[in-house]
C-alpha cells in the first residue's frame, strides 16, 4: 500500500455519517501508510492520543484567504513533504477535489451521495465535478445509488468501486448494568420502545414519525418514541411538532449522548425507524444506523429513498415505506409492534446479514487494492 493522506473536513470527534466512515477506513488500514489531515475541533486531541495512525490538525478553512481552501492546499503540501505521501484521499469532491488537482499527486475520491448531487447545483461546479472525477485514480461510493449517480455523469465503471458502511456499535459492547439504569431512568418498564438514531436534521425524516404517532398511540398507548441525536435548532422543530400533534407525553428525546452508550438504546428498542427521504440534494447515501440497529436484532423501517433500499432489503431485514406517507408509516409502526413474530424474524434476518456482508474486513479489502 502507497503511503496515503486523507484530508478532510469530516472526521471524528464530530458526529456523522461520513466522520464515522473515514475514521474506520482508516482504523481497518495499515497505521503507518495512512495520515489524516482534518479539522481541529473540541475533543479531538482525547480522540487522536486513541488512534494507532497519525493524525494532523489545523483549522482547514480560513475565511481571510481566497480561495477559501487555500489554506489547505498549503498545509497539505506540509503534510506531503514531512511525511513522504505518496498519494491523496479525499472526501468531499468539492472542495477538496480543487486541492486534489493541485496537489499533483494520484488521488482517490470518497463519495457519499449528497456531495454528487450538490456538486452539480450549477454549471461551474458540474464542470469541476466532471475534472475532478475524471482525473481521479480511483473513486470510491458508499451505495449502489451513490455509484448510479456517478456513472450518469459518464464516468468510467471500472474505477468506481463500493466499499460500504460497516457497524462499529456492536451487541458485544451493551453495558448491562447501564442498560438497566437507563430503562429506569427513561421509565421504559412495560413501554413499547419505538427508537431513531441520527444528525436531526430534515431528511432523516423524524417530524414524519411524530406526524405519525397518533394514529399508533391510539393502537398501541404504552408506545415512548425514544429520539437520539444532535441538532439542537431541528430538536426544538421536534418539540414543538410534538406538542401541536398532543403526543409530547410519548416523545423522550436524548442529546449529546456518547456512542459508548448507543448499544444500551438500541438494545432497549423493539422497532428502529428512520424514513429518510430526499430534499434538493441532501439525501441519504446509505444508512449506517439500519445496520447497527440490525445487528441488535431490531427490525427497521426505512424510507424509499437513497441507499436505504441497500442497507434495507424490504420483507427481509425491514420495512420500506414511502417518507412522506404519514398514514403508511404508522400502520407498518402498528405491525411490527403488534405482530412480534414477524418483527423477531426481520430483526434475526438482519442480524444474519450483518454478520455475513457488513464487516470492515472484508468492505476495507477492496480498498486496501487500490490503495
Avoid at 125 to 147: C, D, G, H, M, P
Avoid at 281 to 286: A, M, R, T, W
Avoid at 335 to 352: H, P, R, S, V
Wanted: hydrophobic share 45%.
Amino acid at each position: 500500500m502507497r503511503k496515503t493522506l486523507l484530508i478532510t473536513i469530516d472526521f471524528p470527534p464530530q458526529k456523522g455519517g461520513v466522520a464515522t466512515y473515514l475514521s474506520n477506513i482508516c482504523h481497518n488500514l495499515e497505521y503507518d501508510k495512512i495520515v489524516v489531515l482534518a479539522n481541529k475541533q473540541n475533543g479531538s486531541e482525547h480522540f487522536d492520543n486513541k488512534q494507532g495512525y497519525k493524525i494532523i490538525r489545523a483549522r482547514l478553512f480560513n475565511r481571510f484567504f481566497w480561495p477559501a481552501w487555500f489554506r489547505t492546499l498549503r498545509l497539505a503540501k506540509k503534510v506531503i513533504r514531512q511525511e513522504k505521501v505518496e498519494q491523496i484521499l479525499i472526501s468531499h469532491v468539492l472542495p477538496m477535489g480543487y486541492i486534489a488537482l493541485l496537489l499533483k499527486l494520484p488521488f482517490i475520491v470518497s463519495l457519499h451521495g449528497f456531495d454528487v448531487l450538490a456538486a452539480q447545483k450549477t454549471a461551474w461546479k458540474k464542470y469541476w465535478l466532471l475534472k475532478i472525477l475524471n482525473q481521479a485514480k480511483a473513486i470510491i461510493v458508499n451505495s449502489k445509488f451513490t455509484e448510479n449517480e456517478v456513472s450518469k455523469l459518464a464516468i468510467s465503471s471500472d474505477k468506481i468501486s463500493i466499499v460500504y458502511p460497516c457497524p462499529n456499535i456492536k451487541p458485544e459492547d451493551l453495558n448491562s448494568q447501564e442498560r438497566q439504569t437507563l430503562k429506569t431512568e427513561l421509565e421504559l418498564h412495560s413501554k413499547k420502545v419505538l427508537l431513531s438514531v441520527g444528525r436531526m436534521v430534515p431528511r432523516k425524516g423524524f417530524d414524519k414519525v411524530i406526524e405519525a404517532l397518533p394514529e399508533v398511540i391510539e393502537k398501541i398507548p404504552n408506545l415512548v418514541y425514544l429520539l437520539v441525536g444532535n441538532g439542537k435548532r431541528y430538536l426544538d422543530d421536534l418539540e414543538i411538532l410534538a406538542i401541536q400533534k398532543q403526543v409530547l407525553d410519548h416523545v423522550t428525546i436524548c442529546e449529546d449522548i456518547p456512542d459508548t452508550n448507543l448499544p444500551s438504546f438500541y438494545d432497549l428498542a423493539d422497532v428502529f425507524i428512520m424514513p429518510a427521504r430526499q430534499i434538493g440534494s441532501d439525501v441519504e447515501g446509505f444508512g449506517i444506523v439500519y445496520l447497527e440497529a440490525n445487528s441488535f436484532g431490531k427490525p427497521v423501517i426505512a424510507g424509499k429513498s437513497g441507499g436505504a433500499s441497500e442497507a434495507v432489503i424490504d420483507g427481509q431485514t425491514g420495512i420500506l415505506v414511502d417518507p412522506e406517507n404519514v398514514s403508511q408509516i404508522a400502520k407498518v409502526i402498528i405491525n411490527l409492534m403488534t405482530d412480534q413474530e414477524y418483527a423477531i424474524k426481520l430483526g434475526a434476518q438482519g442480524k444474519e446479514r450483518v454478520l455475513s456482508e457488513f464487516q470492515w474486513d472484508k468492505q476495507v479489502a477492496k480498498l486496501r487494492d487500490i490503495l
